[in-house]
């Protein structure tokens, strides 16, 4: 059974730091992987998706890797802001065309002016 | 567009009672999920549709929960009877995409939080 572990849990810097978030998961049978981002009292948004033929994504100041060998997945936020204050998710398909991803317990992050 | 529209956004019930949650897709989306989000177990994928069809039920937790999209523009949840376990907040999303495309981004509603007295 497929289990995604996302450290830290939690996190608290200050304004301008560039941050690495990591997502691990236990099978490297993976189809794709994808980070969200949640709002507390919000749903979640989509910020990247990684096939996994894919090395990584990039959006903005966001930049997702992947090395499935490994089981491991990392989201670099460049000059951390304020606005970036959120819980992050990491979720996988699995290789074998199940359309039931499996989330990570997410890393809550607070950016501090 | 309003994006995707979920309702009540706040629920409290009595344990028994039958709830059913509601969800309005973003028009044109023919991919719809619901999902459940629980301090415990984290966010865990209900059900999903295509083309208004349940695709996929195996998240399902139980019989005392049901899904369904009488057309492309509407879809219900409903958990008869509700028990304290069930309190979540449930999450609707839809897309443009089947899941597992390339381009799937998923749009997600503000979601319901359900409290089972």
């Known amino acids: 059974k497929q289990e995604v572990t996302q450290i830290p849990a939690a996190l608290s810097v200050p304004e301008g730091e560039n941050l690495v978030l990591n997502c691990s998961f236990t099978d490297s049978a993976i189809y794709n992987l994808q980070w969200f981002r949640q709002d507390p009292g919000k749903g979640l948004t989509s910020l990247l998706l990684i096939q996994s033929s894919q090395r990584e994504q990039t959006s903005g100041r966001l930049n997702a890797s992947l090395d499935k060998s490994s089981g491991r997945s990392t989201l670099y936020i460049a000059a951390s802001q304020p606005g970036d204050s959120a819980t992050y998710l990491c979720a996988v398909h699995a290789s074998g065309g199940s359309y039931i991803p499996t989330f990570g317990r997410g890393t809550s992050l607070i950016v501090h002016p | 567009d309003a994006g995707v529209i979920q309702s009540p956004r706040h629920e409290v019930t009595e344990m028994g009672q039958e709830v059913t949650l509601r969800c309005k897709p973003i028009?044109?989306?023919?991919?719809l999920f619901w999902y459940r989000q629980t301090m415990m177990r984290g966010l865990e994928l209900l059900i999903y549709f295509n083309n208004n069809v349940p695709i996929d039920d195996s998240g399902m937790p139980e019989d005392r929960f049901s899904a369904k999209m009488p057309n492309a523009s509407f879809s219900t949840l409903k958990i008869q009877p509700s028990e304290p376990r069930d309190s979540a907040v449930y999450f609707c999303?839809?897309?443009?995409?089947?899941?597992?495309?390339?381009?799937?981004?998923?749009?997600f509603g503000a979601g319901t939080r359900l409290s089972v007295l």
């Open positions: 028009s044109g989306h023919n991919s």
């Open positions: 999303a839809s897309s443009s995409r089947a899941p597992l495309s390339a381009k799937n981004i998923q749009y």
